[in-house]
């Protein structure tokens, strides 16, 4: 039979030297039950005194030791004893431990908000039922918190490093990441990685919007041919898409679904929103839809307002996870989100905001794109000339940088609205190299392409039928 929750923790804290001090550096006296708690506390001390798993003899020798603690002690033995035991299930255990733990704060929490504070019709003390609110989701906070991600010695991961590399050469694939349909990024990246948050930095009506939601759909409909293609199908779709939950800040849902469905189609954006599509232009919009309809890989956006928060982000994140299953996340975009907690200053703000957003991406194992406001240059030289953008031009905090792993910086020169080119300066690549490509755009139809499209120039483009301060 096997032994309950709290005696098979303390079953791990004897297997060895490294699940103990993993327990030891994981587990909070205050998951477990009450009654278990004085010997944990023991355990600890014990631990951090001979760096070694405690023995009975050492426990002894403490002045905490009683005679009560015997039965808690043999019975954690016991377990470890057990063919139930397996030090790998300890990952299971944990999650149980802190999903009780979590239930039993909120249970808490309700007492001394509700039993303690509340006449029936009022709160008592409205500033202690926050108090309570607060420190609860502190608490919850910190819960799911992952203080170590990975640990191990060079010696101790050696074969682990041949292995993968073996398993790498074998299949190349195993190495593939998102690919985003950027010809130069996916080269150098090969592709964004799990846990990847990746910065994509301009001014305003720079196209950093546009370029994130083409990366979007790009990884979304993997190798599938569009529309406006000639190898086009409604048949056997290629599998290589991801699912995509993508966020929308500033722009309103309908808008960004006509960019998305302008892109996917290769239509004329404000045709889609004036109903003045061409013939051909319609057959291709109704294929557009067609493709989106039958296509399994999901596109879910979520239309959030102003000022969320990175926890706002999660929770509608896990909430979704009983749909489906999201690759790749979009927060369009990091400036217009806000701090839990504000630090009184902007670039903390942002920088903050950074760090907790590339948290959430290691949390659960996903990569996230997220444009970001370049601050405006300074004037320099003689007319026309043109600072190029870096890390230190991103909102005035170089928290920002710190806490990506990609940064790509969109060039604005002062005669951007008559160029069809868009300049990619890569400040940051954490895995690869620096340097710089040039993308084309052509913003009638939200594309942006790795190569010049034939037959177009930005005079043709009535920039003035929609306000694009959003790009």
Sequence with gaps: MIPELDIRILGYL???????LKVINSVSVEYLKPKYQPFMHLIKACTKLYNETPT??????????????????????????????????????YEELKTRYNKQTILVMGKEVFKSNWDGSDFKDLTEANRAIKKAIGT????????????GSLSGTAAEARTRYQQIKDNPALARGIHVGIREFDRITNGLQPGELVLIGGESSAGKSALAMNMAINAWKGSNPLPDSAD????????????????????PWDPLRRRVDACVSGVKLYGIRDGTLSTDE????????????????EFQIIDIPRGCTVGQIESKYIELLYDFTPELVVVDYISLMKVEHDMASDWLNIGKLAEMLHEFCRTYNIPCVTPVQLNRPKQAGAAGDIQPPDQHRVGRSIMLPQNCNIMLNITSRPDEDTRSDMPINIAKMRDGEKGAFTLWK???IMRVYNDAPEGWSPESYDASAEDDDHV
């Design 14 to 20: 004897f297997a060895n030297k490294s699940l103990t």
């Design 56 to 93: 009975k003899r050492m426990l002894e020798s403490q002045e905490a030791w009683d005679n009560s603690l015997v039965e808690f002690y043999e019975q954690a033995l016991g377990f470890r004893d057990s063919e139930n035991f397996d030090q790998a299930d300890f990952a299971l255990d």
């Design 140 to 151: 919850i906070d910190s819960i799911h918190t992952n203080e170590v991600f990975k640990e």
């Design 232 to 251: 086009f199908t409604l048949d056997n779709f290629a599998t290589d898409g991801v699912n995509v939950m993508y966020f929308t800040i500033e722009m």
């Design 282 to 297: 319609e057959s291709r919009f109704e294929a557009g839809l067609e493709f989106q309809e039958r296509y399994p890989k």
């Design 442 to 444: 052509r913003f009638d």
